[in-house]
């Protein structure tokens, strides 16, 4: 019975693993709604870079922030979207001191932000070019194939109707992000 279920588990964890990678060329239409209320989609015209992230992991998320091309700062046409998944469920209370600390620490990166704008002489508000979503119950995860574990951390890059240009689950280079994000 224990090696039934040892054998079971394995292919449990080989499934979950295969599902955990998408697949480029697919489309997938995921609805967000950031920290600030505003609605947000895989799928809306605009070429979406994703980076999936648990609460240990947002300094990757900063890297991947810091390797966005120039081209794309300021440009509507491009958006950087970071989900925060939490693996465990929080009071209404707790989420919304949670979001609140989250909203603090988005207006001390935009300053960081608003420095390379204003190197590169982008006259806009860089705190507007920031989205970031609380993935409370995992239910954004899921919807990448992707469970609420300590190590989570999924980069993808979208086209503007949601298809999957690329992926990685670790920080890609700022050539490789590039790259990506000329192909359309």
């Known amino acids: 019975m224990k090696w039934f279920l040892l ?31 505003k609605e947000l989609s895989t799928a809306d015209g605009r070429i979406t870079t994703v980076v999936l992230v648990s609460k240990e992991n947002v300094e990757k998320a900063h890297a991947v922030g810091d390797r966005v091309p120039d081209f794309c700062l300021g440009n509507s046409a491009y958006r ?30 935009a300053k960081q932000l608003q420095a390379r704008y204003d190197q590169l002489k982008i006259a806009r508000n860089a705190r507007q070019d920031i989205w970031v979503v609380a993935d409370f119950d995992g239910a954004i995860a899921t919807q990448f194939e992707a469970k609420p574990d300590p190590a989570l951390f999924h980069v993808f890059v979208f086209g503007k109707n949601g298809e999957l240009l690329k992926q990685w689950n670790d920080v890609p280079s700022a050539e490789e992000l590039g790259d990506a994000l000329k192909q359309n």
Do not use: C, W
Request: net charge positive; hydrophobic share 40%; proline share 2%.
């Open 7 to 37: 054998v079971a588990g394995g292919i449990g964890i080989a499934l979950v693993q295969t599902l955990a990678e998408s697949t480029a060329g697919q489309t997938y239409r995921v609805n967000f709604t950031d920290i600030d209320g």
């Open 80 to 109: 950087m979207i970071t989900v925060v998944t939490f693996e465990t469920k929080h009071t209404r209370p707790v989420r919304n001191f949670m979001t609140s600390v989250m909203r603090h620490r988005v207006d001390s990166r």
